[in-house]
Each structure stands twice: as structure tokens, then as C-alpha cells.
């Protein structure tokens, strides 16, 4: 079946600029993680949804950043006001249910100008 | 943070030769590990996972072991292919939801 898929598959934008990353999961996961990779920083944990919970938030760097999902299913990332710091690949993962394999997308590249 | 990319530590192994690839790992309440394979360009791609109650768990080709004692985990590829040479991730989790991955080992295969 389909994997995890995500657009844009690259985005450059200048500093300053909103951008908006979406994630589809694999049909009938629950849950759905957003995870940065980046160079010096390694593969970091932004936020969590399952099911009708609240989503974890924990992982997310500052107030500029949020995610919403949507009939839980998509699900979209937004960086506000962008900076150049937040250049990096953004990956979204889903899984049938916690405590169980995650499986990713090919990752959204952003550079931020 | 961890280090990625140029200061990963890398594995160079002859095509058909077995590789270990070892990680070690924090929280002693993690009870659920993954091995994540990630090749250029691409995303994580899964590879074999344990729980903390297993000690050994094999897959095609791969095995992971798990040494809770000292909070070490390592995969096992048995005759490494070309198509083995890739980044490969350590992943935890105590709360079955964040995953918290390891620095990552780059594995070169020689021909």
C-alpha cells in the first residue's frame, strides 16, 4: 500500500516568509509524528497526535511553529516568520498505534534565504 | 544535539562480510527500540525493532540484540550488499510515542 507522503518535496523561502508542510499518513495509522533532521543537530521530535488527543507539543523549538491534523488523517506543519536556523529537512512519520514502528515520509527540505 | 553528516562515525565493510552496528542509549525506562535505515535523500526507513523484554529479535538478514544492563543496543547485517551502504539510526522510546534517535553510523560497503 502507500507509504507516508509529504509536499512540497522542497521549498525555498526568504527569512521573514510563513511556509506551510504537509504530511499524508499511511491510511489507518492513528498516530502522526513530525520529526527535523539537521546537519549538527540529528533527527529531533516536534509534536504528536493520536487519535482525538491532545497532540504533544513538546518537541516544538518556539511559538512559530504549530501543527494541526485534520479529521485525523493529514496533517500540516507551519513555521511562522521563518529564519534561517529553521533550515532543515522536516519528516513525518505515522504508525498504527503508539509503541509500535513509525514508519517516515521522504522528508520536506526547507531553506530558509 | 548529535552529530550528523561530515562527523558521523563511519562503518567501511567488504561486500559479504557481516556488519555490527552498536548504539548506546540513555534512558534506562525506554522500552521499546527501532533501527531505522536512511539512504540519501530519503527518509527513515525501518529495519527491525525489539522490546525491552527480548533480548535477541531476527529479521532477513538482520538481527538486533538488546543488553539492558548496560543500555546498549547493535544491529547485525549479515553479508553486507552494496545496497547496505547508508546511514543507520538507533531509535527509543519509554512512552511508546517520541522517538529519540541515536547519532546515527554511516556503513560504506567496498566492492
Known amino acids: 500500500g502507500a507509504g507516508v507522503s509529504q509536499s512540497p518535496s522542497n521549498k525555498v523561502t526568504e527569512k521573514g516568509k510563513d511556509v506551510e508542510l504537509r504530511c499524508d499518513p499511511i491510511?489507518?495509522?492513528?498516530?502522526l509524528y513530525w520529526y527535523r533532521q539537521s546537519l549538527g543537530q540529528g533527527l529531533e521530535f516536534l509534536i504528536y497526535?493520536?487519535?482525538?488527543?491532545?497532540?504533544?507539543k513538546s518537541g516544538l523549538p518556539s511559538d512559530r511553529f504549530s501543527a494541526e491534523r485534520t479529521g485525523g488523517s493529514v496533517s500540516t506543519l507551519t513555521i511562522q516568520r521563518t529564519q534561517q536556523e529553521d533550515s532543515a529537512v522536516y519528516l513525518c512519520?505515522?504508525?498504527?498505534?503508539?509503541?509500535?514502528?513509525?514508519?517516515f515520509g521522504p522528508g520536506t527540505r526547507l531553506t530558509v534565504l | 544535539g548529535e552529530s550528523v553528516g561530515l562527523h558521523l562515525p563511519t562503518l567501511s565493510v567488504q561486500e559479504g562480510d557481516n556488519s555490527i552496528i552498536n548504539c548506546a542509549y540513555s534512558?534506562?525506562?525506554?522500552?521499546?527500540f527501532i533501527w531505522y535505515k536512511q539512504e540519501s535523500g530519503k527518509g527513515p526507513q525501518f529495519i527491525i525493532d525489539?522490546?525491552?523484554?527480548?533480548d535477541k529479535r531476527q529479521g532477513q538478514r538482520v538481527t538486533v540484540l538488546l543488553n539492558k544492563t548496560v543500555k546498549h543496543l547493535s544491529l547485525q547485517i549479515a553479508a553486507t550488499q552494496p545496497g547496505d551502504s547508508a546511514v543507520y539510526f538507533c531509535?527509543?522510546?519509554?512512552?511508546?510515542?517520541?522517538?529519540?534517535f541515536g547519532g546515527g553510523t554511516r556503513v560504506l560497503v567496498k566492492p
Open positions: 512519520a505515522s504508525s498504527a498505534r503508539t509503541a509500535v514502528a513509525q514508519y
Open positions: 491510511s489507518g495509522h492513528t498516530a
Open positions: 497526535f493520536q487519535g482525538n488527543s491532545a497532540p504533544d
Open positions: 534512558n534506562s525506562a525506554s522500552d521499546y
Open positions: 525489539i522490546r525491552s523484554n527480548m
Open positions: 531509535a527509543e522510546t519509554a512512552a511508546g510515542n517520541k522517538l529519540t
